[in-house]
């Protein structure tokens, strides 16, 4: 039909479109009654009479006209409370002859209690006797309503989805997101609240996880839905689960906490985990049928939200967990240790309470990672971490520093004494042995204390703190190990030193800093020089020349010595065949080099020295091997297996400075020697102490019982030559012959076949 105001409409036609409906009389009626809309006329006013409605009416709101037209007040009754004064309002304004009233909608109350949404449509006009009519049109526009707020809902809850995934990406806590979700979802329109349930430990029961919290305070004890509730079948089928109505249900037991504010319907969805479900996402109604699969997708997505969060989070926290653990131990590592003692070290600036550390290093222990090899020695520090937090306060940190390093932390101490009383008992966590492979060892650590008084104008440095453990860990080595030192500021000193000195080591080969100086050997029945000792000198360049003693520890400390004694040893090779070379008539000399006790623990050691042979073409019988007693008292199935391939090879093995360590000479058949050097000290003593001269002398009757030569070392003067040939030794060196000098001056005094020594008489 067309618009009667259309402009297009030329007004002869209006008029005659109007007159056909005048005309029509019932066509007029029945088209009124048959169009899908209330017609009707009622008078101005809350209770004014309704002069006609048509059937219609019946249909859509349940009321016969007639009904309308008996009782005025109906309409007006059937109002919905929330739209009653607005629409009472407008309705009665008096309008009269207003044309541009405006639509109004409202819901209405049918007979049989539903709600229907009205679209009412009407003009005010006094009819012939002036009273004011209303004559409106009242349309059904239900669906459009509901229409319209499903969309609303599925906006509200994809703004839901939206606030929860920002949530997410803040990357808090999944407690907080928990909350964050629950509050959020009970916001939705129609959900009177949510609740997530985690799958307990048994992996049964569903514990209340965040949610209800106010309704479960009542329960005392934890609040949990049983498997058999719409949870768990979500849970165990992962799909959505709806309960209707609780009232009735059949499928599902309810959880109680849900009676205690009358859930009348709930819908679950699963929550997923990395490897196994996390849990549920539930939400609740107090009104049955409030939840439809239409909502599924959205608790879903809200569900995976979380699922994803909780699942990063963890991952988080695993990454997190492994860059402040150590992986062998399991316990926080060094830069975890840092945090926590920056932590105590603030917290004492206020409390004015010192704080403490321990450095721990386990003797040894690259002894036994290199003999009894790499399982060994993580299975060592993998017993050591419990025995040393079973031996600790519960507040203290243990921490592994990386390699046999510990470090750790005693919080709120009185003083440096309680200090040191506490690493007396650390210490006393390695009086028990360890047992590695089936054998048991005994494991000492040398320990470092070092104690920081903390105030706001003193404020203490995490680092600082332990470098200063580290340094008195370090004297507490130099003194014999097995022991605990207190730092002291000549400390520091030293250990800045020692840093220094390892920094600049390492270049020392590639700058041909280092040199080897040579000692000869005499036969101390003839003078005549067989052999001589390599000694290796560092050419500093500020310090100077440097001895040994300067340097060889921090070598073996920091793994430098592998380098520098392959070094030593092809340089003397090399040096000792060229004095050949020089007197090609006389029988060629002997080179010793000297090895220290790491390098005798390390497995390749036979294969290095088998390849500087090869290398260079020495003869392996010219060559000596100088080891430490001390490599022998720890017995260590490679140091010994290592010594017999030395053997095999046909190299010499001398033991060094004899008589410094522990081991009885009955022992010494054990192991492949070819001679013993005696130490100094002993020799100091020839002639002006009884006792250790009675005690070279034991040593010499039982090296000649083993068939072993015989080498003083560090003689001086001729009453210690004397007293030595005397008790039979068969070699000697030390300054009464030469000192240690540089390759050119042997080669000089050899051209001039002045090194053997004149001062002893061929007779004897
Ligand atoms: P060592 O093998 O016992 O060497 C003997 C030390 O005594 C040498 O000191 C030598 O110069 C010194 N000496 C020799 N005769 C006398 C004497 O009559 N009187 C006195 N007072 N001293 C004498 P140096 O060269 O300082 O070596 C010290 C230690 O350093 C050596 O003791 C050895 O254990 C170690 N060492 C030297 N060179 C090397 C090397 O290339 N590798 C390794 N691993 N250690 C080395
Ligand atoms: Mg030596
Ligand atoms: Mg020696």
Redesign the pocket.
Known sequence: MRDPGDKNWPDHEVDAFFDQIAAGGQDYRRLVERLPVIVYASELGEHGRWRYVSPQVEDILGFTAEEFKADPGLWARLLHPDDRQRALEIESEDRLGNRNTSPVEYRLRTRDGKTVWMLDEAVLEADEGGVPVWHGVLYDISERKNTEAELQRALSQQAVVAKLGEKAMQNGAPDSLMQAAISLIGQVEGVHSACIWEVGRDGRRLNLRAGLEEEALGAGRRVSAARDSHAGAALDTGEATIVSEWEGEQRFTMPPVLRTFGAASSMAVMIDGKDQPYGVLDVHATEPHRFSPKDAPFLQASANVLADAFVRHEADQALRHRVLHDSLTGLPNRLSFVDSLNGSLQRAAVSGSPVGILFLDLDHFKLINDSLGHHAGDALLGAVAPRLRAHLRPGDIVARFGGDEFGILIDRLADEEEAIAIADRVAAAFTQPFSMEGVEHFVSSSIGVAVARVSSERPANAEMLIRDADAAMYRAKESGRARCVLFDAEMRAGAMHRLETERELRGALDRDELAL?Y?PVVNLRTGEVTGI????RWQHPQRGLL???EF?SIAEDSGL?EPI?RW?QEQACRQALAWHEQRPDSRPLDVA????AR?VAHRDLPATVAEIIAKTGIDPAHLRL?I?ESVLVKESATAIASLEALNEIGVRLVL??FGTGYSSLAYLNRFPFHALKID?SFVDALGIEQERTAIVEAIIGMARALSLEVIA????NEVQLSELRRLGCDYG????FH??MPEARISRLLRDDALDYSGISPER
């Open positions: 100086h000692q000792e390599a000694l290796v001895d040994p003693a060889v010595i004694g030593v080099v000297n090895l220290s390098q100088e430490t060094d400075d100094r070392e560090g003689v001086e060196q030390g300054h009464l000192a240690a």
